[in-house]
């Protein structure tokens, strides 16, 4: 089964928690490689060619921040930021330079795996195609554009589709407000972020149980989006 | 000590002397090479005895040498080490002066600096800081450098008039005969007058600039014979002086010896009066004061008479008296009341002035003393020239004149006026009256006049009077012929009606307006000081200051306070006046550390369009007041002076005030942040170490006895280490948080939000926690978004509702609700829970307050300090209520516009 495993690299200065990290995830069997500089950082991912890559912003030979940009210039692999709550900029500079998600520090096992996962799937989905989601009793179907609750249809405009469609095509995953409305209004309304609120807000209104505490279109206060599904843990 | 009372040393004379003893220690010393006249080789000795410490490893620099370019001296000075000399453009041409700057920069052991009493070039550029050499020598000596100098005994301040005398040559570069007499050295060079002039005829003396006929006419045998005679007794004088201060009997005698009171008036004898002075006091070795009473006569004085007073003061301070104005109505009142304090033995006065008639009515200053002197003497300086009382008489009667409104030559057409009116009234009433009340129309008309128009327009009144009277009224009428003698009493009577009662007008008046100018002087202080008084900040005195001063003085003010490091800066966030950009740094700086006035008429740099005075007590100024004057007149006179430095001096009390209130606020400051240290510490080590008991004694238990566990105690021990990490984590993120918001560090990223975004973001934090607290979230739908940093805003709903997740039962419900207000959302977060401790809820958002005692809950009550901080950030304020029936009620504001929008 060795070739079916992901592989993880953890780069993380800090031994214990690199090492918690490895048990945690070699038990729900990640391969796991350690790199503790952004030197040996570079060095595995070259050779190990790992499918996602964990890692600490603060390293004692370089920023975190170079690391993701040196990556970035060659690979498109997944990555994963672990932050403290206290480095908000250094998160969004994180995002910004292409990380794909972030974990904030101190962290709890589901959250890393969901966000782990998630990432994991977004590399596999392009392929996978699998277009209908859950939303607790709401169905979505994304090919077909339907949308089906406990109260029977629902009727989404064909902006919200889109926002909906990116934002699961990143299902679990933070999605960038900017990357979101550049997406669904186009890369000259960047700057508006109105529009995006109120469709929100909308499909808020259509699809959560209660719209003001908000269970699947969660937003990322400062950052962007993430909607979640029941499929996951 | 045997000595009796009344000779007991004056308190304060011991504590000048000891002070003056204590200044010697660290001042450098003086030393003179003194001769009888130019060429005796003064500077020649000077230079021999430099190479001489030189060569026994002294550390000697020369400073300044005049160059007279003779090869002899030259040489000499080759070898020693040369300061550069500074250029000043003085006329069109550049002269080589003496580089103050690069001396006290160089601050060698001994400088030798030629000609004591030279003049600097007070118009050149650069301008001198001092007029005079020996002022800079001063400043060297105050830094602890010893200097060595050149003076010629004709430069003597008190042996000028006498050198005049002998030689018919006046010097006009002075020098003081304080700095003389207190230099530390005099060494005298002689030469016998014959080799003096073979050396002048040899051409190996060096004549300045003086024409050659002055010069032989000076260089004469029987004049240098008695120059040197004069050096040799001043030499002589100055030894029996240190003698007698060697033996400490005598030095006894001297602190408790006499004291002479030497009183001036704004005669042309005060100056004799002074040096008179002088040589009674070196004659008795005595301490000697000069006085000068400002009594009502002070504002009649003329320009020059003002000048003069402030020249003879400056004279007496250059020949070592201490000088004192004093208040008083009359000379010899205030003069007695002095003596008593001070002590004096002499009094010194010039003669009376007055005779006959007028002395008897108006004693002078000097017939009064002696009437009333008690315990001390009076003595009595004739005047030296005759003429002097002459020229007071003419300046009393200039005096006259000035301080009747309107023109004299107006006044005199009133008194023709008055005289007129007076004769056409007599002409109608003369038909009808009896001559002795027509005589009465004439003296109406002469009291008149004498109340309105002064002293010599009523005189003319009286005259004219009684001429008309004569004329027009005593038979024969229409002649000045008088047919009888009796009428003469009349004419008697009217001249002298009029004459006093004009001087007696005329004294009111002045009495009036000196009373009112000293009114206002004082009323400007006392609103300044009241102003000052209520005055808080350093700053806002600095301002209060320059403003009563611009309005008292007429000028611009501008107050230069130094920084931590004692260096003077300009006043930061006023614009000064552009007229005071000019203000010198520099030269204020110099004012604060020596306390001692600069500028614009004072000693130090005298021609600067500024007058700088040090504010506070001379020890230790806190400050500098630039003036700059638009009438220079108003800041030099003296009394206007003498204000100046009372404001100062109340300027500086309020600076040394505001100052100590300051380092007792920081101090006070201190002491909480400390107390707040402790606090933190106390409260942090309780907070941190509760988790990591539980951590420790549950991860031991789980590494030990893990095996052995059934998996429900397993997975609770675990939890039990999360939920404590947890805690542990907040809690040093609020450390954090509450640091990074009091050291300024926080930015606001402030962006457009939904408040429900915000609430439901906080909402998801605290999901696990709130798990037994359902929480309703009502918020009125037309809310616009809030322009805030949202992280921040979640953080203070994650501390609110965390505050409910600790404080409040399970079960209990909450509520976030918010309505728009304005230009603001008004949000209410409210509970069920046992509400606020007894006391002022508000008290809550202050650090490491908590709601309930220490113990059951972790969170070391930092939770609502920084909720607080965050809604200030962003402009807002935020209160806890009792809320009505049940538990607690917290409401904030947040902007629904940007800032500055």
Same mark, same amino acid.
């Given at each position: 089964?060795?070739?079916?495993?992901?592989?993880?690299?953890?780069?993380?200065?800090?031994?214990?928690?690199?090492?918690?990290?490895?048990?945690?995830?070699?038990?729900?069997?990640?391969?796991?490689? /350690?790199?503790?500089?952004?030197?040996?950082?570079?060095?595995?991912?070259?050779?190990?060619?790992?499918?996602?890559?964990?890692?600490?912003?603060?390293?004692?030979?370089?920023?975190?921040?170079?690391?993701?940009?040196?990556?970035?210039?060659?690979?498109?692999?997944?990555?994963?930021?672990?932050?403290?709550?206290?480095?908000?900029?250094?998160?969004?500079?994180?995002?910004?330079?292409?990380?794909?998600?972030?974990?904030?520090?101190?962290?709890?096992?589901?959250?890393?795996?969901?966000?782990?996962?998630?990432?994991?799937?977004?590399?596999?989905?392009? $392929?996978?195609?699998?277009?209908?989601?859950?939303?607790?009793?709401?169905?979505?179907?994304?090919?077909?554009?339907?949308?089906?609750?406990?109260?029977?249809?629902?009727?989404?405009?064909?902006?919200?589709?889109?926002?909906?469609?990116?934002?699961?095509?990143?299902?679990?995953?933070?999605?960038?407000?900017?990357?979101?409305?550049? /997406?669904?209004?186009?890369?000259?309304?960047?700057?508006?972020?109105?529009?995006?609120?109120?469709?929100?807000?909308?499909?808020?209104?259509?699809?959560?149980?209660?719209?003001?505490?908000?269970?699947?279109?969660? $937003?990322?206060?400062?950052?962007?989006?993430?909607?979640?599904?029941?499929?996951?843990? | 000590?045997?000595?009796?009372?009344?000779?007991?040393?004056?308190?304060?004379?011991?504590?000048?002397?000891?002070?003056?003893?204590?200044?010697?220690?660290?001042?450098?010393?003086?030393?003179?090479?003194?001769?009888?006249?130019? @060429?005796?080789?003064?500077?020649?000795?000077?230079?021999?005895? %430099?190479?001489?410490?030189?060569?026994?490893?002294?550390?000697?620099?020369?400073?300044?040498?005049?160059?007279?370019?003779?090869?002899?001296?030259?040489?000499?000075?080759?070898?020693?080490?040369?300061?550069?000399?500074?250029?000043?453009?003085?006329?069109?041409?550049?002269?080589?002066?003496?580089?103050?700057?690069?001396?006290?920069?160089?601050?060698?052991?001994?400088?030798?600096?030629? *000609?004591?009493?030279?003049?600097?070039?007070?118009?050149?550029?650069?301008?001198?800081?001092?007029?005079?050499?020996?002022?800079?020598?001063?400043?060297?000596?105050?830094?602890?450098?010893?200097?060595?100098?050149?003076?010629?005994?004709?430069?003597?301040?008190?042996?000028?008039?006498?050198?005049?005398?002998?030689?018919?040559?006046?010097?006009?570069?002075?020098?003081?005969?304080?700095?003389?007499?207190? %230099?530390?050295?005099?060494?005298?060079?002689?030469?016998?007058?014959?080799?003096?002039?073979?050396?002048?005829?040899?051409?190996?003396?060096?004549?300045?600039?003086?024409?050659?006929?002055?010069?032989?006419?000076?260089?004469?045998?029987?004049?240098?014979?008695?120059?040197?005679?004069?050096?040799?007794?001043?030499?002589?004088?100055?030894?029996?002086?240190?003698?007698?201060?060697?033996?400490?009997?005598?030095?006894? %005698?001297?602190?408790?010896?006499?004291?002479?009171?030497?009183?001036?008036?704004?005669?042309?004898?005060?100056?004799?009066?002074?040096?008179?002075?002088?040589?009674?006091?070196?004659?008795?070795?005595?301490?000697?004061?000069?006085?000068?009473?400002?009594?009502?006569?002070?504002?009649?004085?003329?320009?020059?008479?003002?000048?003069?007073?402030?020249?003879?003061?400056?004279?007496?301070?250059?020949?070592?008296?201490?000088?004192?104005?004093?208040?008083?109505?009359?000379?010899?009142?205030?003069?007695?009341?002095?003596?008593?304090?001070?002590?004096?033995?002499?009094?010194?006065?010039?003669?009376?002035?007055?005779?006959?008639?007028?002395?008897?009515?108006?004693?002078?200053?000097?017939?009064?003393?002696?009437?009333?002197?008690?315990?001390?003497?009076?003595?009595?300086?004739?005047?030296?020239?005759?003429?002097?009382?002459?020229?007071?008489?003419?300046?009393?009667?200039?005096?006259?004149?000035?301080?009747?409104?309107?023109?004299?030559?107006?006044?005199?057409?009133?008194?023709?006026?008055?005289?007129?009116?007076?004769?056409?009234?007599?002409?109608?009433?003369?038909?009808?009256?009896?001559?002795?009340?027509?005589?009465?129309?004439?003296?109406?008309?002469?009291?008149?006049?004498?109340?309105?128009?002064?002293?010599?327009?009523?005189?003319?009144?009286?005259?004219?009077?009684?001429?008309?009277?004569?004329?027009?009224?005593?038979?024969?009428?229409?002649?000045?012929?008088?047919?009888?003698?009796?009428?003469?009493?009349?004419?008697?009577?009217?001249?002298?009606?009029?004459?006093?009662?004009?001087?007696?007008?005329?004294?009111?008046?002045?009495?009036?307006?000196?009373?009112?100018?000293?009114?206002?002087?004082?009323?400007?202080?006392?609103?300044?000081?009241?102003?000052?008084?209520?005055?808080?900040?350093?700053?806002?005195?600095?301002?209060?200051?320059?403003?009563?001063? %611009?309005?008292?003085?007429?000028?611009?003010?501008?107050?230069?306070?130094?920084?931590?490091?004692?260096?003077?800066?300009?006043?930061?966030?006023?614009?000064?006046?552009?007229?005071?950009?000019?203000?010198?740094?520099?030269?204020?700086?110099?004012?604060?550390?020596?306390?001692?006035?600069?500028?614009?008429?004072?000693?130090?740099?005298?021609?600067?369009?500024?007058?700088?005075?040090?504010?506070?007590? *001379?020890?230790?100024?806190?400050?500098?007041?630039?003036?700059?004057?638009?009438?220079?007149?108003?800041?030099?006179?003296?009394?206007?002076?003498?204000?100046?430095?009372?404001?100062?001096?109340?300027?500086?009390?309020?600076?040394?005030?505001?100052?100590?209130?300051?380092?007792?606020?920081?101090?006070?400051?201190?002491?909480?942040?400390?107390?707040?240290?402790?606090?933190?510490?106390?409260?942090?080590?309780?907070?941190?170490?509760?988790?990591?008991?539980?951590?420790?004694?549950?991860?031991?238990?789980?590494?030990?006895?893990?095996?052995?566990?059934?998996?429900?105690?397993?997975?609770?021990?675990?939890?039990?280490?999360?939920?404590?990490?947890? *805690?542990?984590?907040?809690?040093?993120?609020?450390?954090?948080? #509450?640091?990074?918001?009091?050291?300024?560090?926080?930015?606001?990223?402030?962006?457009?939000?939904?408040?429900?975004?915000?609430?439901?973001?906080? #909402?998801?934090?605290?999901?696990?926690?709130?798990?037994?607290?359902?929480?309703?979230?009502?918020?009125?739908?037309?809310?616009?978004?809030?322009?805030?940093?949202?992280?921040?805003?979640?953080?203070?709903?994650?501390?609110?509702?965390?505050?409910?997740?600790?404080?409040?039962?399970?079960?209990?419900?909450?509520?976030?609700?918010?309505?728009?207000?304005?230009?603001?959302?008004?949000?209410?977060?409210?509970?069920?829970?046992?509400?606020?401790?007894?006391?002022?809820?508000?008290?809550?958002?202050?650090?490491?307050?908590?709601?309930?005692?220490?113990?059951?809950?972790?969170?070391? @009550?930092?939770?609502?300090?920084?909720?607080?901080?965050?809604?200030?950030?962003?402009?807002?304020?935020?209160?806890?209520?009792?809320?009505?029936?049940?538990?607690?009620?917290?409401?904030?504001?947040?902007?629904?516009?940007?800032?500055?929008?």
């Amino acid at each position: 089964m060795t070739e079916a495993m992901h592989q993880v690299l953890v780069i993380e200065d800090e031994p214990s928690i690199r090492k918690v990290l490895k048990v945690l995830l070699e038990a729900e069997r990640f391969r796991v490689i /350690e790199a503790d500089t952004a030197l040996r950082a570079e060095i595995e991912a070259r050779s190990h060619k790992p499918d996602l890559l964990l890692i600490d912003l603060g390293l004692p030979d370089s920023d975190g921040l170079t690391v993701i940009r040196r990556l970035r210039a060659w690979s498109p692999v997944p990555i994963v930021v672990l932050s403290a709550r206290t480095m908000e900029d250094q998160k969004i500079a994180a995002l910004d330079a292409g990380a794909d998600d972030y974990v904030t520090k101190p962290f709890s096992a589901p959250e890393l795996l969901a966000r782990v996962r998630a990432a994991l799937r977004r590399n596999v989905r392009s $392929t996978e195609q699998t277009s209908a989601l859950k939303l607790g009793d709401v169905r979505l179907d994304l090919d077909r554009r339907e949308a089906r609750g406990s109260a029977g249809e629902i009727h989404l405009t064909p902006l919200e589709y889109r926002v909906i469609e990116c934002l699961a095509r990143h299902l679990g995953s933070i999605v960038m407000q900017r990357q979101l409305i550049g /997406e669904v209004w186009g890369p000259e309304r960047l700057d508006d972020s109105r529009s995006l609120r109120v469709c929100i807000k909308n499909l808020r209104e259509k699809l959560e149980r209660d719209p003001q505490k908000p269970r699947y279109l969660l $937003t990322e206060t400062g950052l962007g989006y993430r909607l979640r599904s029941d499929e996951e843990p | 000590m045997s000595a009796p009372a009344e000779t007991r040393p004056d308190p304060d004379q011991l504590l000048a002397h000891v002070q003056a003893e204590e200044a010697r220690a660290t001042r450098g010393r003086l030393r003179i090479f003194f001769g009888s006249s130019a @060429g005796v080789g003064k500077t020649y000795s000077m230079l021999e005895a %430099a190479r001489a410490a030189k060569a026994s490893g002294a550390d000697v620099v020369i400073g300044y040498l005049e160059p007279h370019g003779r090869a002899e001296t030259e040489r000499l000075a080759e070898g020693l080490e040369h300061l550069p000399t500074l250029s000043v453009a003085y006329r069109g041409i550049v002269r080589q002066e003496f580089n103050l700057d690069a001396a006290l920069a160089r601050r060698p052991a001994t400088l030798l600096v030629d *000609e004591l009493a030279h003049s600097n070039l007070t118009g050149g550029d650069p301008a001198p800081r001092h007029p005079k050499r020996w002022q800079d020598v001063e400043e060297l000596l105050a830094a602890g450098v010893n200097v060595w100098t050149t003076v010629n005994v004709q430069h003597l301040e008190s042996l000028n008039d006498l050198i005049y005398q002998t030689t018919g040559v006046r010097q006009r570069e002075t020098l003081p005969d304080k700095v003389f007499d207190e %230099a530390d050295d005099i060494e005298l060079i002689d030469l016998p007058p014959d080799d003096l002039i073979a050396r002048l005829h040899a051409g190996k003396v060096y004549i300045a600039d003086e024409v050659a006929t002055a010069v032989e006419r000076f260089f004469r045998k029987q004049n240098l014979m008695a120059l040197r005679e004069i050096a040799l007794r001043r030499v002589a004088e100055r030894v029996e002086a240190a003698s007698r201060a060697l033996s400490p009997e005598r030095a006894r %005698a001297r602190i408790a010896g006499d004291r002479i009171l030497v009183a001036v008036g704004p005669d042309a004898q005060a100056e004799q009066l002074v040096r008179a002075g002088k040589r009674m006091a070196d004659a008795l070795d005595a301490q000697w004061t000069v006085v000068y009473v400002e009594t009502l006569r002070l504002l009649r004085l003329s320009d020059a008479d003002r000048n003069r007073r402030i020249a003879v003061l400056r004279l007496a301070e250059s020949l070592g008296a201490e000088t004192v104005t004093l208040d008083g109505p009359s000379a010899a009142t205030a003069l007695l009341e002095y003596v008593q304090t001070r002590r004096a033995t002499r009094v010194m006065v010039g003669a009376p002035k007055r005779r006959g008639w007028r002395a008897w009515l108006r004693p002078s200053t000097a017939t009064q003393l002696l009437h009333q002197a008690r315990g001390f003497d009076v003595m009595i300086v004739a005047p030296a020239e005759p003429g002097t009382q002459r020229r007071t008489d003419s300046a009393d009667a200039a005096r006259g004149a000035t301080y009747q409104t309107g023109t004299p030559r107006d006044r005199y057409g009133w008194a023709v006026g008055v005289s007129v009116a007076c004769t056409l009234l007599t002409l109608v009433m003369y038909p009808h009256f009896e001559l002795s009340n027509l005589a009465m129309v004439y003296l109406l008309g002469v009291t008149v006049a004498g109340l309105r128009l002064g002293r010599g327009p009523s005189a003319l009144t009286a005259v004219l009077n009684v001429a008309s009277f004569d004329f027009f009224c005593v038979p024969p009428r229409f002649t000045f012929a008088v047919s009888d003698a009796q009428y003469i009493v009349t004419f008697g009577a009217m001249l002298t009606i009029a004459l006093v009662i004009a001087t007696l007008t005329a004294n009111v008046r002045q009495q009036t307006r000196v009373a009112g100018a000293r009114e206002r002087r004082t009323a400007a202080l006392y609103a300044m000081s009241r102003e000052l008084s209520v005055t808080r900040g350093i700053g806002s005195i600095a301002l209060v200051a320059v403003r009563h001063v %611009a309005e008292v003085f007429q000028c611009k003010g501008v107050v230069l306070l130094p920084d931590a490091s004692g260096k003077l800066q300009y006043p930061r966030g006023e614009a000064p006046e552009s007229a005071l950009r000019r203000a010198d740094l520099a030269v204020a700086q110099w004012v604060v550390d020596h306390g001692r006035r600069a500028g614009l008429g004072s000693d130090t740099l005298p021609a600067a369009p500024a007058l700088y005075v040090p504010l506070g007590d *001379e020890r230790r100024a806190v400050g500098v007041l630039a003036v700059l004057p638009t009438n220079p007149r108003r800041v030099l006179l003296p009394e206007q002076s003498h204000l100046l430095d009372t404001f100062a001096g109340q300027i500086g009390l309020a600076l040394e005030r505001a100052h100590l209130a300051e380092v007792a606020e920081a101090s006070t400051l201190a002491v909480e942040r400390e107390s707040l240290r402790n606090t933190l510490l106390a409260s942090i080590s309780h907070d941190l170490r509760t988790p990591l008991a539980v951590m420790a004694g549950a991860a031991s238990t789980l590494a030990e006895r893990g095996a052995t566990l059934p998996e429900g105690s397993k997975s609770e021990l675990a939890r039990s280490i999360e939920v404590k990490a947890r *805690e542990m984590s907040d809690l040093v993120s609020n450390v954090l948080d #509450l640091m990074r918001f009091q050291s300024g560090q926080v930015r606001l990223r402030r962006d457009w939000q939904p408040l429900e975004d915000l609430v439901g973001a906080g #909402l998801e934090q605290l999901r696990e926690r709130l798990r037994e607290h359902p929480v309703e979230v009502r918020l009125s739908p037309d809310l616009p978004p809030v322009h805030v940093d949202a992280g921040l805003v979640v953080q203070l709903f994650g501390n609110l509702l965390d505050n409910i997740a600790k404080y409040t039962p399970a079960g209990t419900r909450a509520w976030i609700s918010a309505t728009r207000d304005g230009d603001t959302v008004r949000v209410l977060v409210e509970d069920e829970g046992p509400g606020f401790p007894p006391g002022e809820p508000s008290k809550l958002f202050e650090k490491f307050q908590r709601g309930s005692e220490e113990g059951a809950v972790v969170g070391a @009550g930092l939770g609502l300090a920084i909720c607080r901080a965050i809604v200030r950030a962003h402009g807002g304020e935020i209160q806890a209520r009792r809320r009505a029936g049940r538990g607690a009620r917290f409401e904030f504001t947040l902007p629904t516009k940007e800032p500055g929008a």
